[in-house]
Protein backbone atom coordinates (compact mmCIF):
# COMPACT_ATOMS: atom_id res chain seq x y z
CA UNK A 1 0.00 0.00 0.00
CA UNK A 2 1.29 3.29 -1.49
CA UNK A 3 0.99 6.44 0.98
CA UNK A 4 2.38 9.99 1.47
CA UNK A 5 1.64 11.01 4.67
CA UNK A 6 -0.51 9.79 7.87
CA UNK A 7 -3.50 12.00 8.71
CA UNK A 8 -3.99 11.41 12.54
CA UNK A 9 -7.19 12.86 14.08
CA UNK A 10 -7.43 13.57 17.80
CA UNK A 11 -10.69 14.26 20.02
CA UNK A 12 -10.94 15.06 23.15
CA UNK A 13 -7.98 17.09 22.99
CA UNK A 14 -9.93 19.44 20.42
CA UNK A 15 -12.19 20.54 23.50
CA UNK A 16 -9.54 21.37 26.24
CA UNK A 17 -8.73 25.62 26.52
CA UNK A 18 -6.59 27.00 23.97
CA UNK A 19 -3.61 26.72 26.48
CA UNK A 20 -4.36 23.50 28.18
CA UNK A 21 -4.95 22.18 23.65
CA UNK A 22 -1.08 23.49 23.39
CA UNK A 23 0.28 21.49 25.63
CA UNK A 24 -1.64 18.58 25.35
CA UNK A 25 -0.70 18.64 21.62
CA UNK A 26 2.66 19.20 21.91
CA UNK A 27 2.83 16.02 23.97
CA UNK A 28 1.33 14.56 21.78
CA UNK A 29 3.66 15.64 18.88
CA UNK A 30 6.34 14.42 21.56
CA UNK A 31 5.24 10.91 22.13
CA UNK A 32 4.88 9.98 18.24
CA UNK A 33 8.48 11.43 17.50
CA UNK A 34 9.65 8.86 20.55
CA UNK A 35 7.62 6.33 19.51
CA UNK A 36 8.57 6.48 15.46
CA UNK A 37 12.12 6.81 16.47
CA UNK A 38 11.70 3.52 19.34
CA UNK A 39 10.40 1.81 16.71
CA UNK A 40 13.35 2.72 13.68
CA UNK A 41 10.41 4.02 11.62
CA UNK A 42 11.99 6.20 8.98
CA UNK A 43 10.10 9.81 8.67
CA UNK A 44 10.64 13.45 7.54
CA UNK A 45 8.09 15.57 9.98
CA UNK A 46 5.38 15.51 12.97
CA UNK A 47 3.66 18.10 12.49
CA UNK A 48 0.41 19.77 13.68
CA UNK A 49 -2.25 21.45 11.44
CA UNK A 50 -5.33 22.94 12.07
CA UNK A 51 -7.43 19.99 14.19
CA UNK A 52 -5.20 17.62 12.28
CA UNK A 53 -1.69 15.97 12.69
CA UNK A 54 0.08 14.75 9.82
CA UNK A 55 3.29 12.11 10.39
CA UNK A 56 5.25 12.56 6.82
CA UNK A 57 6.53 8.93 5.81
CA UNK A 58 6.01 6.13 3.49
CA UNK A 59 6.83 3.60 5.76
CA UNK A 60 4.06 1.00 6.33
CA UNK A 61 5.48 -0.11 9.93
CA UNK A 62 4.32 3.92 11.56
CA UNK A 63 0.71 2.83 10.81
CA UNK A 64 1.04 -0.01 13.74
CA UNK A 65 2.96 2.61 16.00
CA UNK A 66 0.32 5.08 15.60
CA UNK A 67 -2.72 3.25 16.21
CA UNK A 68 -1.03 2.20 19.93
CA UNK A 69 -0.55 6.04 20.85
CA UNK A 70 -2.95 7.86 23.15
CA UNK A 71 -4.78 10.78 22.07
CA UNK A 72 -4.94 9.49 19.05
CA UNK A 73 -8.51 9.00 18.16
CA UNK A 74 -7.83 7.21 14.43
CA UNK A 75 -5.56 7.69 11.70
CA UNK A 76 -5.50 7.35 7.98
CA UNK A 77 -2.87 6.80 5.15
CA UNK A 78 -3.27 9.42 2.48
CA UNK A 79 -2.11 10.39 -1.09
CA UNK A 80 -1.18 14.84 -0.55
CA UNK A 81 -2.18 16.85 -3.77
CA UNK A 82 -2.71 20.56 -4.34
CA UNK A 83 -6.32 21.73 -3.01
CA UNK A 84 -7.55 22.50 -6.49
CA UNK A 85 -10.38 20.80 -7.80
CA UNK A 86 -8.33 19.67 -10.74
CA UNK A 87 -5.62 18.36 -8.77
CA UNK A 88 -7.93 16.37 -6.25
CA UNK A 89 -9.79 14.82 -9.38
CA UNK A 90 -6.58 13.74 -11.16
CA UNK A 91 -5.22 12.11 -7.45
CA UNK A 92 -8.76 10.57 -7.10
CA UNK A 93 -8.58 8.69 -10.27
CA UNK A 94 -5.19 7.92 -9.99
CA UNK A 95 -5.78 6.34 -6.20
CA UNK A 96 -9.05 4.82 -7.24
CA UNK A 97 -7.76 2.38 -10.31
CA UNK A 98 -5.82 -0.47 -8.29
CA UNK A 99 -9.43 0.13 -5.89
CA UNK A 100 -11.96 -0.53 -8.27
CA UNK A 101 -13.36 -1.63 -11.58
CA UNK A 102 -16.66 -2.73 -13.34
CA UNK A 103 -17.38 -5.53 -10.31
CA UNK A 104 -17.30 -3.05 -7.64
CA UNK A 105 -19.28 0.20 -6.20
CA UNK A 106 -17.56 3.22 -4.51
CA UNK A 107 -18.88 6.30 -2.92
CA UNK A 108 -17.01 9.85 -2.66
CA UNK A 109 -16.94 11.10 0.75
CA UNK A 110 -16.04 14.53 0.74
CA UNK A 111 -14.94 16.98 3.36
CA UNK A 112 -13.94 20.73 2.57
CA UNK A 113 -12.22 23.34 5.12
CA UNK A 114 -10.70 26.29 3.96
CA UNK A 115 -11.26 29.19 1.21
CA UNK A 116 -11.71 27.51 -2.11
CA UNK A 117 -13.94 28.08 -4.79
CA UNK A 118 -16.07 25.13 -4.44
CA UNK A 119 -17.65 23.00 -1.76
CA UNK A 120 -18.36 19.85 -0.72
CA UNK A 121 -21.13 18.90 -2.74
CA UNK A 122 -18.99 19.95 -5.88
CA UNK A 123 -16.27 17.53 -4.64
CA UNK A 124 -18.45 14.65 -4.59
CA UNK A 125 -20.27 15.32 -7.56
CA UNK A 126 -17.01 16.20 -10.03
CA UNK A 127 -14.67 13.74 -8.65
CA UNK A 128 -17.21 11.27 -8.24
CA UNK A 129 -18.06 11.26 -12.04
CA UNK A 130 -14.40 11.43 -13.07
CA UNK A 131 -13.38 8.00 -10.91
CA UNK A 132 -17.07 6.09 -12.35
CA UNK A 133 -15.80 7.13 -16.05
CA UNK A 134 -11.86 5.85 -15.18
CA UNK A 135 -12.43 3.14 -13.91
CA UNK A 136 -16.21 1.48 -14.81
CA UNK A 137 -17.53 1.22 -11.00
CA UNK A 138 -20.50 2.25 -10.22
CA UNK A 139 -21.63 4.70 -7.69
CA UNK A 140 -23.38 3.43 -4.55
CA UNK A 141 -23.86 6.05 -1.76
CA UNK A 142 -25.52 3.72 0.77
CA UNK A 143 -23.61 0.54 0.73
CA UNK A 144 -20.31 0.96 -1.56
CA UNK A 145 -17.95 -1.65 -1.60
CA UNK A 146 -15.35 1.17 -1.21
CA UNK A 147 -15.39 4.86 0.45
CA UNK A 148 -12.70 7.26 -1.04
CA UNK A 149 -12.63 9.84 1.64
CA UNK A 150 -11.28 13.57 -0.15
CA UNK A 151 -10.47 16.18 2.81
CA UNK A 152 -9.97 19.40 0.99
CA UNK A 153 -7.69 21.82 3.18
CA UNK A 154 -6.38 24.93 3.49
CA UNK A 155 -3.03 23.98 2.04
CA UNK A 156 -3.32 20.30 0.91
CA UNK A 157 -5.98 17.88 -0.27
CA UNK A 158 -6.04 14.47 1.32
CA UNK A 159 -7.49 11.40 -0.07
CA UNK A 160 -7.97 7.98 1.90
CA UNK A 161 -10.03 4.80 1.71
CA UNK A 162 -8.65 3.57 5.70
CA UNK A 163 -9.91 4.92 8.80
CA UNK A 164 -7.20 3.05 11.22
CA UNK A 165 -9.16 3.08 15.13
CA UNK A 166 -6.21 5.02 17.50
CA UNK A 167 -6.64 4.16 21.50
CA UNK A 168 -8.07 7.57 21.85
CA UNK A 169 -7.53 9.28 25.51
CA UNK A 170 -5.01 11.79 26.65
CA UNK A 171 -1.13 11.88 25.50
CA UNK A 172 0.58 9.60 27.80
CA UNK A 173 2.39 11.18 30.80
CA UNK A 174 0.51 14.59 30.96
CA UNK A 175 -1.20 13.68 34.02
CA UNK A 176 2.55 12.99 35.85
CA UNK A 177 3.36 9.25 36.70
CA UNK A 178 1.51 6.75 39.11
CA UNK A 179 2.98 3.77 40.84
CA UNK A 180 1.19 0.06 39.42
CA UNK A 181 0.86 -2.66 41.77
CA UNK A 182 1.33 -5.22 38.81
CA UNK A 183 1.69 -8.98 38.85
CA UNK A 184 1.65 -10.17 35.09
CA UNK A 185 -1.94 -11.55 35.80
CA UNK A 186 -5.05 -10.38 33.65
CA UNK A 187 -6.20 -7.64 35.84
CA UNK A 188 -3.43 -5.51 36.87
CA UNK A 189 -1.94 -5.16 33.23
CA UNK A 190 -5.35 -3.63 32.05
CA UNK A 191 -5.64 -1.34 35.08
CA UNK A 192 -2.08 -0.08 34.18
CA UNK A 193 -3.12 0.53 30.53
CA UNK A 194 -6.05 2.37 31.42
CA UNK A 195 -4.50 4.43 33.61
CA UNK A 196 -1.73 4.55 30.92
CA UNK A 197 -4.92 6.44 28.47
CA UNK A 198 -5.59 8.93 30.90
CA UNK A 199 -2.32 10.68 30.08
CA UNK A 200 -0.66 8.98 33.40
CA UNK A 201 2.85 7.44 32.95
CA UNK A 202 3.31 4.47 35.00
CA UNK A 203 5.88 2.60 37.11
CA UNK A 204 5.70 -1.06 37.82
CA UNK A 205 6.14 -2.50 41.36
CA UNK A 206 6.09 -6.31 41.33
CA UNK A 207 6.18 -8.71 44.86
CA UNK A 208 7.77 -11.53 44.26
CA UNK A 209 6.58 -14.35 46.96
CA UNK A 210 9.34 -17.17 47.05
CA UNK A 211 9.25 -19.23 48.19
CA UNK A 212 5.27 -19.13 47.88
CA UNK A 213 6.11 -18.59 44.39
CA UNK A 214 8.70 -19.35 41.41
CA UNK A 215 10.13 -17.96 38.83
CA UNK A 216 7.42 -18.97 36.10
CA UNK A 217 5.36 -15.83 37.68
CA UNK A 218 7.78 -13.58 37.28
CA UNK A 219 8.84 -14.58 33.77
CA UNK A 220 5.12 -14.12 33.19
CA UNK A 221 5.17 -10.68 34.65
CA UNK A 222 8.08 -9.86 32.16
CA UNK A 223 6.64 -10.89 29.31
CA UNK A 224 3.60 -9.00 29.62
CA UNK A 225 5.78 -6.23 30.63
CA UNK A 226 7.35 -6.32 27.07
CA UNK A 227 4.08 -6.66 25.34
CA UNK A 228 2.97 -3.22 27.21
CA UNK A 229 6.22 -1.62 25.78
CA UNK A 230 4.63 -0.53 22.54
CA UNK A 231 1.82 1.32 24.31
CA UNK A 232 3.61 2.88 27.32
CA UNK A 233 7.07 3.93 25.40
CA UNK A 234 9.96 2.57 28.03
CA UNK A 235 8.85 0.31 31.23
CA UNK A 236 10.00 1.07 34.05
CA UNK A 237 9.23 -2.37 36.96
CA UNK A 238 10.33 -2.82 40.33
CA UNK A 239 10.82 -6.12 41.77
CA UNK A 240 10.45 -6.05 45.80
CA UNK A 241 11.03 -9.33 47.51
CA UNK A 242 7.37 -10.01 49.38
CA UNK A 243 8.39 -13.44 50.51
CA UNK A 244 9.78 -12.87 53.91
CA UNK A 245 7.00 -10.78 54.84
CA UNK A 246 4.48 -13.43 53.51
CA UNK A 247 6.33 -15.85 56.09
CA UNK A 248 5.62 -13.51 58.86
CA UNK A 249 1.74 -12.55 58.11
CA UNK A 250 1.05 -16.83 57.55
CA UNK A 251 1.89 -16.82 61.42
CA UNK A 252 -0.56 -15.11 62.25
CA UNK A 253 -4.48 -15.57 61.56
CA UNK A 254 -4.02 -16.76 57.99
CA UNK A 255 -7.58 -15.53 56.55
CA UNK A 256 -6.25 -12.42 56.91
CA UNK A 257 -2.89 -13.09 55.25
CA UNK A 258 -3.47 -11.29 51.73
CA UNK A 259 -5.33 -8.52 53.23
CA UNK A 260 -1.59 -8.15 55.43
CA UNK A 261 -0.10 -9.09 52.24
CA UNK A 262 -1.74 -6.28 49.84
CA UNK A 263 -1.38 -3.87 52.89
CA UNK A 264 2.60 -4.48 52.82
CA UNK A 265 2.66 -4.04 49.29
CA UNK A 266 0.54 -0.75 49.44
CA UNK A 267 3.07 1.00 51.86
CA UNK A 268 5.86 -0.09 49.27
CA UNK A 269 3.63 1.31 46.21
CA UNK A 270 3.75 4.36 48.40
CA UNK A 271 7.75 4.49 49.16
CA UNK A 272 8.58 3.53 45.69
CA UNK A 273 5.86 6.68 44.70
CA UNK A 274 7.82 9.06 46.93
CA UNK A 275 11.11 8.34 44.81
CA UNK A 276 9.66 8.17 41.59
CA UNK A 277 7.70 11.58 42.15
CA UNK A 278 4.30 9.37 41.51
CA UNK A 279 1.02 11.40 42.62
CA UNK A 280 -1.17 7.74 43.17
CA UNK A 281 -0.88 4.12 43.30
CA UNK A 282 -3.19 1.95 40.63
CA UNK A 283 -4.20 -1.31 41.14
CA UNK A 284 -6.15 -3.96 39.41
CA UNK A 285 -8.76 -4.65 41.60
CA UNK A 286 -12.69 -5.05 40.99
CA UNK A 287 -15.71 -5.10 42.98
CA UNK A 288 -16.54 -8.33 44.85
CA UNK A 289 -14.03 -10.46 42.05
CA UNK A 290 -12.18 -12.17 45.00
CA UNK A 291 -12.38 -11.92 49.09
CA UNK A 292 -9.94 -9.40 49.18
CA UNK A 293 -11.97 -7.16 46.71
CA UNK A 294 -14.99 -6.35 49.09
CA UNK A 295 -15.97 -2.80 49.91
CA UNK A 296 -14.91 -4.03 53.33
CA UNK A 297 -11.94 -5.29 52.62
CA UNK A 298 -11.13 -2.54 49.86
CA UNK A 299 -11.48 0.34 53.34
CA UNK A 300 -9.04 -1.72 55.39
CA UNK A 301 -6.63 -1.51 51.92
CA UNK A 302 -6.61 1.80 51.27
CA UNK A 303 -6.18 2.82 55.02
CA UNK A 304 -2.30 1.69 54.22
CA UNK A 305 -1.87 3.97 51.78
CA UNK A 306 -0.98 7.81 52.35
CA UNK A 307 -1.91 8.56 48.24
CA UNK A 308 -4.60 8.27 46.36
CA UNK A 309 -5.34 4.00 45.08
CA UNK A 310 -6.98 4.11 41.16
CA UNK A 311 -8.64 1.20 40.31
CA UNK A 312 -9.58 1.88 37.13
CA UNK A 313 -11.47 -1.92 36.76
CA UNK A 314 -13.28 -1.66 39.68
CA UNK A 315 -16.65 -1.80 37.94
CA UNK A 316 -15.89 -4.15 35.26
CA UNK A 317 -16.32 -7.96 35.67
CA UNK A 318 -13.90 -10.60 34.32
CA UNK A 319 -14.96 -10.39 30.74
CA UNK A 320 -14.54 -7.39 30.31
CA UNK A 321 -11.05 -7.28 31.66
CA UNK A 322 -10.49 -10.40 29.55
CA UNK A 323 -12.17 -8.16 26.41
CA UNK A 324 -9.64 -5.11 27.10
CA UNK A 325 -6.81 -7.72 27.97
CA UNK A 326 -7.17 -8.69 24.60
CA UNK A 327 -7.32 -5.74 22.69
CA UNK A 328 -4.32 -4.78 24.32
CA UNK A 329 -2.47 -8.18 22.78
CA UNK A 330 -1.63 -9.44 26.29
CA UNK A 331 -4.39 -11.99 26.71
CA UNK A 332 -2.92 -14.82 25.72
CA UNK A 333 0.73 -14.37 27.84
CA UNK A 334 -1.65 -13.15 31.25
CA UNK A 335 -3.48 -15.95 31.34
CA UNK A 336 -0.94 -18.37 30.65
CA UNK A 337 -0.34 -20.94 33.54
CA UNK A 338 2.04 -19.29 36.43
CA UNK A 339 2.52 -20.91 40.07
CA UNK A 340 -0.34 -19.71 42.36
CA UNK A 341 0.68 -17.89 45.57
CA UNK A 342 0.66 -20.91 48.08
CA UNK A 343 0.16 -18.79 50.77
CA UNK A 344 -3.68 -17.62 49.99
CA UNK A 345 -5.67 -19.30 52.84
CA UNK A 346 -8.27 -21.76 52.06
CA UNK A 347 -11.25 -19.19 53.89
CA UNK A 348 -10.03 -15.82 53.36
CA UNK A 349 -11.64 -13.12 55.07
CA UNK A 350 -14.14 -11.18 53.19
CA UNK A 351 -15.48 -8.55 55.90
CA UNK A 352 -11.97 -7.62 58.05
CA UNK A 353 -12.74 -5.14 60.78
CA UNK A 354 -9.35 -2.38 60.07
CA UNK A 355 -9.21 -2.75 64.35
CA UNK A 356 -8.65 -6.15 64.09
CA UNK A 357 -5.74 -5.85 61.45
CA UNK A 358 -3.99 -3.34 63.41
CA UNK A 359 -4.15 -5.09 66.45
CA UNK A 360 -2.16 -8.36 64.27
CA UNK A 361 0.33 -5.53 62.57
CA UNK A 362 0.88 -4.36 66.39
CA UNK A 363 2.29 -7.61 67.16
CA UNK A 364 5.06 -7.11 64.06
CA UNK A 365 7.44 -4.96 63.54
CA UNK A 366 5.94 -3.21 60.27
CA UNK A 367 8.60 -0.64 59.59
CA UNK A 368 11.16 -2.74 59.69
CA UNK A 369 9.67 -5.47 57.54
CA UNK A 370 8.67 -2.20 55.07
CA UNK A 371 12.25 -1.20 54.95
CA UNK A 372 13.46 -4.57 54.49
CA UNK A 373 11.36 -4.92 52.33
CA UNK A 374 12.09 -1.58 50.13
CA UNK A 375 15.84 -1.95 50.11
CA UNK A 376 15.42 -5.41 48.06
CA UNK A 377 13.88 -3.24 45.32
CA UNK A 378 15.70 -3.68 41.76
CA UNK A 379 14.75 -2.54 38.20
CA UNK A 380 13.90 -5.20 36.13
CA UNK A 381 15.20 -4.70 32.68
CA UNK A 382 12.41 -5.19 30.37
Not at 80 to 92: G, Q, R, W
Not at 109 to 120: K, V
Not at 308 to 317: F, I, N, Q, W
Amino acid sequence: MEFDTILVRYGEIGLKSKQTQRLFIDRLLSNITAALKQENVEFTDVKRSSARVFVETQDGKALDVLSKIFGIVSLSPVTVCEPTLDSITKAAEKFSKPRLDEAKTFAIRPRRSGGQDFDSKEIGKVVGDSVRKATGAAVSLKSPDVEIHVEAREKHAYIFDRIIEGPKGIPLGIEGKVVGLYSGGIDSPVAIWLMAKRGCMPVLVYGYNEPFTDESNLQRAKDVAKLLKPWLGEVKMYMVDNGENLKQFTKTEQRYTCLLCKRMLYRVANEIAEKEGAKAIVTGESIGQVASQTLENIAVLDEASCLPVLRPTVGLDKNEIMDLSSKIGILERSSKSAAGCSAVPDRPSTAAKLEKILEIESALDIEKMLGRTVSTAKLIKI
